[in-house]
């Protein structure tokens, strides 16, 4: 090769090398500037939204709030891995007590190292030290949530009634001195009665007699709307009554609220119904004591008052409730105790080295368990029949996926995948497919329900109705209105009265004077009747249990936040002078914390504390600012799209308590251990944290000693 052959080629080389660094290089460059400018856009967007909440006539502190994660591990802790010790073995919990003593730490027992990627109950308990740290006009403060979703959060009864009941204008004229931040620092109390109440006997003119003339703007109603604030549940729920809106929600509530709320034969049928479920409550627990008593003496050979977990119990009661009320089909889901003395009969005669005796033994335990049931008996199956059979054998998975749910739906509003398209969420994100998974026994127990109602029922009513039929839907097949109602009511009636049944238990075992209080005046009431039934004549003779279950509920609502979106401007004073307005603009997503409402500083005395007297005691009362001026008890929300089934709750709630603590004293084992060692320890420490989800329930179960009264 020659010199100039050489030089030929080097010339070509450098002249094709040439053209591909800077077409890799422009390349690379588009790409960066692509991803700087969707960069830039995305900062200007969320720069914009925070401009809007943090000034000009909305005015409220605001931070930009990322989502937590993208997907979401659904397994559970194990309780019994995850408890320090165990709470059936005394010299362990004595052993516990006494070093908690010295070490000054009691809530070390029962919190859980819990690894799922959740929404923590942090997330719940923070929201009124945020509040109090970023010091916005009524303790609101807002996030751009994402890129430009705008979200309010609200702890004050002036703001949640404007925004829950559709108020779109509050006039100055009509709250007088606001004084929510002044209070904080002159101790002064103003009332906000006018507006809260809309009484014009409580809303009078510069200290005078006179009524004052509610103001027309507090008139003009315009609403907020659940959609798509609550998009994400349209997988669970549907289009029942929880998330529909516009007129099919008006629709499919009026039908509900006819086919079931005002039937003809709700009260007595309900109190009928919420006896039975008591008793079947009391023969699951009566089982579980015996057969763990049996248990621990074929163990150690002596035995004992074991611990139990309330909450499944609770659960199984419940849903059979809400079951048989709206299908007509009488049917329990308590276990099969014969089936249940069997496995222990036979444990127990292996150790021993004897036969088992499986009859004697199950009959035994059938004989002591039925022997203080119901007159009618009514809560032994004797026949099942096909149906019985179907639906009871798809309430185990039933429940284990209505509790799983609860936890999906409310990672999904913190994920990613709320930011997102549905359809992207539906085909990229394992989050659906485990949601779709959980949903599978959701609906199959929910359509063999629509499949058993009886002729008569509120579900068959509904299925007659033109908001529940379907357009197409023939006579003999379940629509999926009707399945999605059945879904709807099954949950709302199952999981809101386990869970704040299941809280109101956790409170009277941590506070034994309080619950030997409220057995006493059920006793002294249910003395005065023929039967031990509750009826809803002797719930109104027992103040004390009414308070007992309110301040249960103020503590741990059961859903402890909702989410409205804004369909136009709501205008309210500014707290601190009165005179300026505050301006939520439309299209922004308002976050109630319900649990924050009714745990403020500033509108309650003790808010900490477990009170039910604040309910019955006019001097304590008084004291409660957020019950006496302020309205701030709001547990079933407030407004058009309030719970509509805060009437039945009401008597099942009370009828189920009033029962349980009739026949058995709820025992903590934490605090009865403390007590003995003769420790001094505040009982808040001992709180079971919350399972977070849209509703909460106490984390890993509820598990006490139910020991009999009799």
């Known amino acids: 090769m020659s010199v100039c052959d050489a030089a030929l080629i080097l010339e070509v080389s450098d002249h094709k090398l040439g053209g591909l660094i800077p077409s890799w290089f422009h390349l690379v460059t588009s790409i960066i500037f692509v991803l700087a400018l969707l960069y830039a856009i ?330 203080e049931t119901s007159e009618s008996g009514r809560c032994c199956q004797v026949s099942p029949t096909e149906n019985d059979l179907d639906v009871k054998s798809l309430l185990p998975t039933y429940l284990d996926s209505v509790t799983k749910i609860r936890m999906i739906i409310l990672a999904q509003s913190r994920s990613f995948w709320y930011l997102v398209p549905r359809w992207m969420y539906r085909l990229l994100s394992p989050m659906y497919r485990e949601e779709e998974k959980t949903m599978k026994p959701i609906r199959n127990f929910a359509l063999q329900t629509c499949k058993n109602a009886k002729e008569g029922s509120p579900l068959d009513l509904m299925r007659k109705r033109a908001s529940h039929s379907g357009s197409n839907a023939k006579p003999d097949l379940v629509s999926k209105d009707l399945l999605d109602e059945a879904i709807t009511l099954l949950f709302a009636g199952q999981d809101t009265s386990a869970a704040t049944l299941s809280w109101t238990l956790h409170l009277l075992s941590l506070h034994p004077e309080k619950q030997q209080k409220l057995a006493d005046e059920i006793k002294a009431a249910l003395d005065l009747s023929d039967t031990r039934r509750v009826s809803k004549n002797i719930i109104s003779q027992m103040p004390y249990l009414d308070a007992v279950i309110k301040e249960s509920m103020r503590l741990y609502p059961v859903a402890p936040f909702i989410v409205r979106k804004l369909t136009s401007d709501i205008t309210i004073p500014n707290d601190s002078s009165g005179k300026e307005r505050i301006t939520l603009p439309a299209a922004t997503f308002a976050c109630i914390w319900i649990y924050a409402i009714q745990r403020n500083p500033r509108l309650w005395h003790q808010p900490e504390d477990f009170l039910p007297e604040r309910w019955i005691d006019s001097s304590l009362r008084r004291m409660d600012l957020g019950q006496s001026e302020y309205g701030s008890y709001i547990p079933f929300a407030i407004g058009p799209r309030n719970c509509l089934g805060q009437p039945l709750a009401h008597v099942v709630l009370r009828v189920l308590l009033a029962r349980i603590v009739d026949k058995f004293r709820a025992i903590d084992p934490r605090y009865e251990a403390l007590t003995r060692s003769g420790a001094c320890f505040d009982s808040k420490s001992l709180r079971m944290d919350m399972q977070a989800g849209f509703t909460v329930l106490p984390s890993n179960g509820l598990r006490l000693r139910m020991e009999s009264r009799l």
């Open 42 to 371: 995305i900062l200007h967007m969320t720069s914009k939204a925070r401009r809007e909440l943090q000034f000009g006539d909305c005015n409220l502190p605001t931070v930009v709030w990322r989502p937590r994660f993208v997907n979401y591990d659904t397994r559970e802790c194990s309780t019994e891995e995850d408890n320090e010790i165990d709470l059936n073995d005394e010299m362990a919990l004595m052993a516990w007590a006494e070093g908690s003593q010295r070490e000054d730490n009691h809530s070390s027992l029962g919190k859980k190292r819990d690894g799922r990627k959740a929404m923590g109950s942090s997330s719940i308990t923070n929201i009124l030290p945020r509040m109090e740290r970023l010091d916005g006009p009524y303790g609101m403060y807002a996030t751009v949530y994402g890129v430009r979703t705008k979200v309010v959060h609200v702890a004050h009864p002036v703001p949640t009634r404007a925004i829950l009941t559709g108020a779109g204008t509050i006039d100055v004229a009509d709250v007088g001195e606001c004084s929510y931040s002044r209070q904080r620092h002159s101790g002064r109390r103003t009332s906000l009665r006018g507006i809260i109440s809309g009484s014009a006997k409580d809303a009078q003119v510069d200290g005078g007699t006179q009524p004052r003339r509610r103001s027309s703007a507090a008139r003009f109603l315009t609403g907020s709307t659940k959609s798509p604030a609550y998009d994400h549940f349209k997988n669970f729920s549907g289009d029942g009554v929880f998330t529909a809106d516009g007129a099919d929600w008006k629709a499919k509530r009026a039908s509900v609220l006819h086919c079931l709320i005002r039937n003809s034969n709700i009260e007595e049928t309900l109190e009928a119904q919420a006896n039975r479920s008591a008793d079947c409550f009391e023969r699951e627990v009566k089982a579980a004591t015996l057969l763990g008593q049996n248990l621990e003496k074929a163990k150690s050979g002596r035995p004992s008052l074991r611990v139990i977990d309330v909450v499944p119990m609770l659960q199984r009661s419940t849903v059979g409730l809400i079951y048989r009320l709206i299908t007509h089909h009488e049917i329990d889901f308590s276990p099969n105790l014969c089936e249940s003395m069997t496995r222990l009969d036979t444990y127990a005669s292996s150790r021993r080295g004897d036969p088992p005796s499986p009859r004697s033994s199950a009959t035994s335990l059938e004989r002591l368990v039925n022997s």
